[in-house]
């Protein structure tokens, strides 16, 4: 293979951190793509923003972009940015073709920090506006809108920072620079604004004009890169997924070994490092239903399996990203703690880890996981549904442009508002009475040992000292709730409310609590009426009163996953036919006759640089991997031999990614032992 030097890259080496050797590496195919931060995070502290709006057309500035009909709170935030923004679509590239022009594709979500801060100093600025306008065809995207296109090019960023051996991961605001038929070339994640304005970078300026420049100077050598990474993309994507791999009883156990080595011991979790501990970690819920599936099954390793589950939700409930006072929990934390969070709260995590504390109460009856059940279930009800029952998709991590102002204290905060009497206790239950934690004199409450422990240190009861915290918990949430709140992101994502619906309906099942249920059948009785057309076919977002773009099999297998959860806690018909019928759906759109499994977009969907199966568990599962669970499901529920043989081919299709990196796909494990019967 060539050395691949990109034509940009070598006018950008002061930025990029490029790898001596002269031998390139190849990217490994199907290789999973580690979860990561949005980006990470600038020590310098974030400049005033400049929120005044265009008001006049000069010097390649506009007043008024072409995401003013958008429905996304993401595309409408940049509505009036002097940037001129095209959503995705075929008039963007168009103009690109038809102008010769280089494709700068901006990628965010609405609770992305850092998403937040590179449109402060880089998309309002009027400098750096004209240039884009003038040079640049610039398109906003919506990961949570189009996941296919958000995939597709942090594939792309991923492989062109194995190519320049940089060291650096993915992550958002995603900013890749594409030719003007859609092949990526160049990209990163956060720039700021200038030159040195956050240490050595280059900054979003001079990369933009270097950019230019070398498209300007040799279009030609630019392709030849963009052909590059395109070719390694489609390899990656589709290359290993080719053959059907025999799976055998044994394989989930090697899922199991694979996991117990990545676990961190002392604080729960996965893939930490003793020598980072500031290294984020993620909750992982994919890995802790395959936990609870393997203490199900009563085998030589359920009590490992426990121990692992146990440690890591122990400490997740006591650390910072839980919120404390509010219920739920944050996207991730920071830190190999649990202690400080990123402060943003999605509906996937909160679905998934519904049905994770639920189940992993029915194993231990640890009455903490009950209440991390029942906080949880009072901060959906309050924040996260809509009028008419369907899930809402994020709260913001940033309030009044700070990130986590919404929910930090100072100690002089908590001395007003909690009675002396009870301030030595409460600040030793929720570590006030150490330095704070945060950023300068924050705290984020948290706890340094679960409720029981320390119950037991000051002879009590875990019962009765929780009724002496929860009035105080309470005055907190009062004066908090007067606060300016970060902003929610009101559309409704049919994939997400899914996986919410489930983790309701095991709530439920569970718990022995109808209004959990409820809350799960409006919700599904939404989605079914709003967000499927005549002929079946799903839609995968909903806002402004109308649903549209076609769905992704996630949406199609996290939304019969949940109503297989309706099905299991109410037995009413139904919710097993309206699975049988999305799932029928599913397998006429997107199964593959010839590799199996299934794509993760339509057979009639725009095309991409490739046609991705997506078979890793990530912060969401496998689209895969949950169509293999609900297939076994319906098999056994309709004595269905087709589906069952489907749920077969699929896991065998995936085996390939999973051989060669067993903890990438843990809930594919979950179908594996139950296709081959395993019975430990």
């Not at 072409?66 to 409408?76: K, Q």
């Not at 792309?156 to 030719?179: A, C, D, V």
């Not at 001395?415 to 984020?444: C, K, M, S």
């Not at 300016?484 to 569970?510: F, V």
Request: aromatic share 10%; charged share 25%; hydrophobic share 40%.
């Amino acid at each position: 293979m060539r050395n691949f030097h990109p034509a940009v890259a070598l006018l950008l080496m002061a930025m990029l951190t490029i790898g001596c050797k002269s031998k390139t590496e190849t990217p490994s195919p199907g290789k999973p793509v580690a979860e990561k931060s949005d980006d990470p995070a600038p020590t310098a502290e974030t400049p005033p923003v400049d929120e005044t709006p265009p008001t006049h057309a000069q010097g390649g500035i506009v007043t008024e972009n072409h995401l003013a009909d958008e429905t996304s709170l993401y595309l409408l935030m940049h509505a009036k940015n002097p940037v001129d923004w095209y959503p995705w679509g075929e008039a963007a590239f168009q103009k690109a073709k038809s102008e010769k022009k280089v494709i700068f594709l901006s990628i965010g979500y609405s609770s992305c920090h850092w998403c937040h801060v590179m449109e402060h100093e880089s998309f309002v600025d009027k400098e750096i506006a004209a240039f884009l306008n003038k040079h640049f065809v610039c398109i906003k995207v919506d990961r949570e809108e189009r996941p296919d296109v958000d995939g597709i090019y942090m594939q792309s960023l991923q492989i062109f920072n194995q190519l320049m051996r940089n060291g650096r991961g993915g992550g958002w605001p995603l900013s890749m620079f594409l030719t003007p038929e859609g092949q990526p070339f160049f990209g990163g994640t956060y720039f700021p604004a200038r030159d040195g304005d956050r240490g050595p970078s280059l900054g979003f300026l001079t990369t933009i004009n270097r950019v230019e420049e070398a498209w300007r100077t040799d279009p030609e050598a630019i392709r030849g890169d963009a052909a590059t990474i395109t070719r390694f993309v489609k390899q990656a994507t589709e290359g290993t997924l080719n053959e059907l791999q025999t799976v055998d009883a044994a394989f989930p156990g090697v899922i199991f070994e694979s996991l117990e080595r990545q676990f961190d011991s002392e604080y729960g979790g996965f893939s930490f490092s003793a020598d980072d501990p500031h290294r984020p970690k993620f909750p992982e819920p994919a890995n802790l239903l395959f936990l609870i599936d393997r203490a199900q099954r009563g085998g030589d390793d359920s009590a490992k399996a426990v121990e692992l589950l146990t440690t890591t939700l122990d400490h997740m409930a006591m650390g910072g990203i839980r919120d404390h006072l509010g219920g739920g929990f944050h996207r991730y934390s920071v830190d190999r703690f649990w202690h400080i969070p990123h402060f943003e709260k999605m509906l996937y995590d909160n679905g998934q880890l519904a049905s994770v504390y639920a189940e992993a109460y029915a194993l231990t009856k640890n009455p903490a996981y009950r209440q991390v059940i029942e906080e949880m279930m009072t901060f959906l009800k309050r924040e996260m549904v809509s009028d008419d029952g369907a899930f809402l998709t994020a709260l913001d991590a940033d309030s009044e442009g700070e990130e986590g102002k919404f929910y930090r204290w100072t100690k002089e905060e908590l001395e007003r508002i909690i009675p002396d009497e009870d301030e030595e206790l409460f600040f030793a239950v929720y570590r006030i009475d150490e330095e704070p934690n945060f950023e300068g004199e924050f705290y984020a409450p948290q706890l340094p040992q679960t409720l029981a422990e320390i119950a037991a240190t000051r002879n009590t009861t875990e019962e009765a000292l929780e009724q002496r915290l929860k009035p105080l918990r309470d005055k907190l949430f009062i004066v908090r709730s007067q606060r300016q709140r970060p902003l929610t992101d009101e559309k409704i994502l049919t994939s997400w409310n899914g996986l919410m619906i489930r983790g309701l309906a095991d709530s439920g099942r569970i718990f022995d609590r109808p209004d959990y249920v409820e809350m799960a059948v409006r919700a599904a009785d939404f989605v079914l009426a709003e967000l499927r057309t005549d002929e079946g076919r799903l839609q995968r977002t909903y806002g402004k009163g109308h649903a549209k773009l076609n769905a992704y099999l996630n949406d199609y297998a996290f939304l019969t996953y949940g109503l297989i959860g309706l099905h299991q806690a109410t037995g009413e018909p139904r919710w097993l036919s309206a699975a049988l019928e999305i799932t029928d759906k599913q397998l006429e759109l997107f199964w593959d006759e010839s590799g199996k499994g299934f794509f993760f977009t339509s057979s009639d969907h725009e095309s991409l640089l490739a046609r991705a199966k997506n078979p890793h568990d990530g912060a969401q599962p496998s689209g895969n991997s949950i169509a293999a669970i609900n297939l076994l499901y319906l098999a056994k529920a309709t004595n269905g031999d087709s589906y069952r043989q489907y749920a077969k081919e699929t896991v065998e299709a995936m085996a390939g990614l999973t051989k060669q990196f067993p903890a990438a796909a843990p809930l594919l494990g979950v179908a594996a032992a139950d296709l081959a019967g395993e019975q430990e």
